[in-house]
């Protein structure tokens, strides 16, 4: 890296050897065990009940007749740094692996060196696409340590928010799909509704992405003045355009051709791998955690578990899609049942006292210095939260000392998990629908990579 | 409230007051038995894998009978149709940390086991392909070690010169 | 603004300065998002921040075909053979903008994991601060370079080699633009 002088084709021994990973990549057949050449043509097979036709498996193919390349960290399909190593008879891809790691930020590691209040900036920046719901998941789990009950307008406004940022994540998706299957104007419209909602969050929270609006006792801020006609209007615009949408693309015959029956996943396979969200729900299995083991006030609110039958990408697409119209349901029914009251917690030792009163008041004066400094103490403990994001069961395990910041903190990334399928999904497709699997896999790579 | 099944090792320490969930704490020979008893009883799901490493911490609140150790493995369970978790720390060793590797009972831990011992130095026995999947591949040292620093650089203020 | 250039180019302008209107009139960016200022970076190639009205809407993701390298996001130390890379098969005139503060200096990020500024890989033109910053900032910092294509004032460093400074340009139409589209570091 130190070396700066322009590569030319004759150092290309260099080339590959700075960007080489080593043990990390596809190797030849011969040099990789037989484990994990089973892991990587794809088949699960250590389910009960699920046995696999050996001559499917082709063990004995020769390394002569397939071609090992390389989807490089840079690629056009528009989901982040991801590498993918394939081996290719032809057309078809037999084996792949996933290469990770090119995001790396050591998040997991600057979680320790900052304090509870500051360690929301932290998790917000995982998963970039939903970082409401990151905060959340942080600070159910950080409230959980602490002992303390969040108010219930608090309560709500986290749920409406998420349930906001569902939406935004979801056309994200939609538009970043579109655009690899080849639809340009669905990438349009996607971020153009997606622009309605960043607009509240930035009149709420102050920023459109990342912001850090959920800390641990409540919410950053009160909703300002007016947001029922906003929040009216999103939800009303929204609703319609996901009608457009169907026009554009569900009933369309080039889009079905290429997401229906390509790469099916089964449940089984699906529960092994540890897989979670809109693809482990298109396989069938109702398993949505605002359902199951609900949090917040999602048992109060009325909304339907969208489950596909076949687990192809046309399903994951389609549960995309009416997830978005499930979550501006739920957000109505936020706009109407929102209750009035505090929207943090009152407790001192976590909150910090509103500014105007340390002028008057020394105590509100120190308790702010103290907060701010140095943060509060969670008392020692270990605890694992878990909520349902966009791409799946978002857990953040936290061990506490006793001190003002977190001893470790791990999150459990739904997209790093999902990921494993990749190899299952990609077996016996061709080249161009492993860009439609790692479209309807959603891969954040900040939550991959942490 | 969880009750181990029968096919579980009779002397596994469970505690309900440790945490939200049930933690269960078997040494590192109970604990791919006791993994695979939870299995069968309807947890289908492994949910995370982690490594957490106590450097200055063996004083910390474990149960009567849990030998604490440096590096400790922690497994969260799903059972989706019981919707119960279940939580096992498993005391992994001082400084060679190695435990058995739960790949054969659920193929999805393949990557958070790679990344425990990419972050920690934690062996797994019987994992397919241990490699380190975060850093690069010839990084040396395991990043989230405690004796591991975070690695800041200072920051300067100085006259900047002109682009190039 | 384009269509002034052209009337006074072709009455009385030098070859140059047509060079440099077409340069910076359709820059094309190559696609190197990488982290969350990836995101705003299609949201400012998208419908409401539109980038199309300065030529740059296509997003090349062969880099032997753009122009501009916008570093969106965070550059881990495994990342970063791969952009010296990326930079190394664009061909000449190219330009870097650092968009975000993990890729101007580390960000919030100064660790073990992310290389703390990308100006110690490839060598920067524009820096956009923001974490993210909105599309907006981008497009600010877009125009800057566009204009330092105009004056012609990159070209002009890289030959000679010296430190940028706002300097009277001998071609005798330039437009009064706000003082804050041009900058430079202080003498």
Not at chain 1, 11 to 28: C, F, N
Not at chain 1, 261 to 279: D, F, N, R
Request: some cysteine; charged content about 25%; glycine content about 8%.
């Amino acid at each position: 890296m130190s070396d700066t002088t322009i590569r030319t084709a004759e150092r290309i021994e260099l080339l590959v050897a700075d960007t080489s990973e080593g043990a990390q990549e596809l190797k030849r057949r011969e040099a990789t065990s037989k484990d994990e050449l089973g892991r990587e043509l794809g088949s699960v097979l250590r389910i009960d009940g699920l046995t696999l036709d050996p001559n499917s498996i082709d063990f004995e193919r020769n390394d002569d007749e397939t071609m090992i390349i390389n989807m490089g960290p840079s690629h056009p399909s528009t989901h982040g740094v991801l590498r993918i190593m394939l081996e290719l008879d032809g057309e078809f891809v037999l084996r792949s692996k996933t290469v990770i790691g090119y995001l790396h930020t050591g998040m997991e590691k600057t979680g320790e060196a900052l304090s509870y209040v500051q360690g929301g900036t932290n998790v917000t920046r995982m998963d970039y696409l939903s970082p409401v719901i990151n905060e959340l998941s942080y600070s159910m789990a950080v409230e959980k340590l602490l002992g303390i009950e969040v108010p219930e307008r608090a309560t709500w406004i986290r749920m409406m928010m998420s349930e906001l940022n569902r939406i935004s994540s979801h056309l994200v998706w939609m538009a970043t799909n579109g655009m690899d299957v080849g639809s340009t104007s669905m990438m349009i419209y996607g971020l153009r509704e997606r622009e309605l909602v960043l607009a509240f969050f930035e009149k709420t929270a102050g920023l459109r992405m990342n912001l850090n609006y959920v800390r641990p006792g409540g919410v950053a801020a009160d909703l300002p003045d007016g947001w029922q006609d906003d929040i009216q209007v999103i939800c009303d615009t929204i609703y319609a355009r996901t009608f457009e949408y169907d026009t554009l693309l569900t009933g369309q015959p080039i889009f079905r051709q290429r997401m229906i029956g390509v790469a099916p996943i089964s449940a089984e396979e699906a529960l092994a791998l540890g897989v979670t969200g809109p693809l482990l729900r298109s396989t069938g299995v109702a398993w949505d955690l605002r359902r199951t083991m609900p949090y917040l006030a999602y048992d109060k609110v009325d909304f339907d578990v969208i489950v596909g039958t076949y687990g192809d990408n046309f399903d994951r697409y389609a549960i995309r899609l009416n997830e978005i119209r499930e979550s501006i349901r739920i957000v109505r029914q936020c706009l109407e049942m929102m209750p009035s009251g505090d929207y943090r917690s009152q407790d001192p030792k976590v909150t910090p006292p509103p500014r105007a009163r340390i002028n008057e008041s020394m105590e509100a004066l120190i308790h702010h210095f103290k907060l701010f400094t140095e943060g509060f103490h969670v008392p020692a403990g270990e605890v694992y939260s878990a909520v349902e994001s966009p791409r799946g069961e978002l857990g953040c395990y936290i061990v506490s000392d006793g001190g003002p910041k977190p001893y470790r903190i791990h999150v459990r990334a739904p997209s790093f998990v999902n990921l494993q399928a990749v190899p299952l999904l990609m077996r016996g497709g061709s080249v161009s629908d492993t860009i439609t699997v790692i479209s309807t896999v959603d891969p954040v790579m900040g939550e991959v990579d942490r | 409230m969880i009750s181990l099944s029968a096919a579980a090792p009779t002397d596994v320490i469970t505690s309900e007051a440790m945490a939200t969930d049930v933690a269960c704490f078997p040494s590192t020979s109970q604990y791919f038995k006791l993994v695979e008893s939870f299995k069968n009883d309807g947890f289908e799901m492994c949910v995370d894998l982690c490594g957490v490493d106590y450097l200055e911490h063996f004083d910390r609140a474990l149960p009567e009978g849990v030998v604490a150790t440096r590096y400790e493995v922690v497994v969260n369970l799903l059972s989706l149709s019981k919707k119960q978790r279940v939580r096992i720390r498993v005391q992994a060793g001082n400084d060679h940390a190695e435990v058995d590797s739960l790949f054969s009972l659920y193929p999805g831990t393949e990557a958070m086991e790679r990344e425990a011992f990419d972050f920690f130095g934690i062996l797994f026995t019987g994992h397919p392909e241990l490699t380190r999947i975060l850093m690069p591949e010839d990084w040396e040292g395991h990043p989230l070690r405690k004796d591991y620093g975070i690695g800041k650089v200072p920051v300067q203020f100085k006259h900047a010169p002109g682009p190039r | 603004m384009a269509l002034e250039d052209l009337q006074h180019n072709f009455l009385t302008g030098q070859i140059e300065d047509l060079v440099r209107w077409a340069r910076r009139a359709s820059v094309w960016p190559a696609s190197f998002g990488l982290a969350c200022c990836a995101i705003e970076m299609m949201a400012a190639g998208a419908a409401d921040f539109d980038l199309s009205r300065f030529g740059m809407e296509v997003f090349r993701n062969s880099p032997r075909q753009a122009d501009l390298m916008i570093v969106a996001g965070r550059v881990s130390q495994k990342m970063a053979p791969v952009l010296r890379q990326v930079y190394d098969q664009m061909m000449e005139p190219k330009w870097v903008i650092s968009m975000g503060v993990c890729a101007s200096s580390g960000g919030m990020f100064n660790n073990y994991a992310i290389v703390q500024g990308v100006d110690q890989i490839v060598p920067v033109d524009v820096y956009a601060p923001g974490c993210p910053p909105s599309p907006e900032t981008l497009m600010h910092a877009i125009l800057t370079l566009h204009e330092q294509i105009r004056t012609g004032e990159i070209m002009k460093r890289r030959a000679e080699g010296r430190p940028t400074h706002i300097e009277e340009s001998n071609n005798l139409w330039t437009p009064e633009v706000p003082v804050a589209v041009r900058i430079g570091t202080p003498k």
